[in-house]
C-alpha cells in the first residue's frame, strides 16, 4: 500500500480493503502506513489515517465513523510488563481498542489500550 501513489485512490482503496479486516465507505490511509495484522483493523466510513500512521493490531482495533487521526500518530493495543514479577510470567499483554464516531487524534499523538 505505501508504494502505491497517492492519487491512485482506486488501487489504495483496494490495498486498504485487502489489508483491514473491514473498511466503510472512503476510507483513506496516506503512506508510510505500518501495521502488526491488519486483519484486526476494523474502520467506519469516512476513516483518515494521515501520513506515517502506525496501529499496532495485536489485538483488535475498532475505529468508528468520520475518525480523522493526524501524522505520525500510534494507536496500539500491546504493552509490555510494567513489574519484574510480570516480566516472569508474561511478555506482552494485549486488549482491544476502540476509538468512536465523529472522533480525532491530532499529530504526533500517541493512543494506547488499557
Not at 26 to 50: R, T, Y
Not at 58 to 73: K, L, Q
Not at 90 to 111: C, D, I, K, P, Y
Amino acid at each position: 500500500m505505501n508504494a502505491i501513489d497517492i492519487l491512485n485512490t482506486e488501487e489504495r482503496t483496494a490495498a486498504i480493503k485487502d489489508l483491514f479486516g473491514t473498511t466503510g465507505e472512503n476510507a483513506s490511509v496516506c503512506p508510510n502506513f505500518n501495521c502488526d495484522n491488519g486483519k484486526n483493523i476494523h474502520v467506519g466510513e469516512q476513516f483518515l489515517m494521515n501520513y506515517n500512521g502506525i496501529i499496532l493490531d495485536v489485538a483488535e482495533v475498532r475505529i468508528g465513523h468520520h475518525v480523522m487521526i493526524g501524522p505520525n500518530t500510534m494507536i496500539t493495543t500491546v504493552n509490555h510488563p510494567l513489574t519484574r514479577k510480570a516480566d516472569v510470567i508474561t511478555l506482552v499483554s494485549r486488549s482491544q481498542l476502540r476509538l468512536e464516531t465523529m472522533s480525532g487524534l491530532a499529530a504526533m499523538s500517541q493512543f494506547f489500550q488499557g
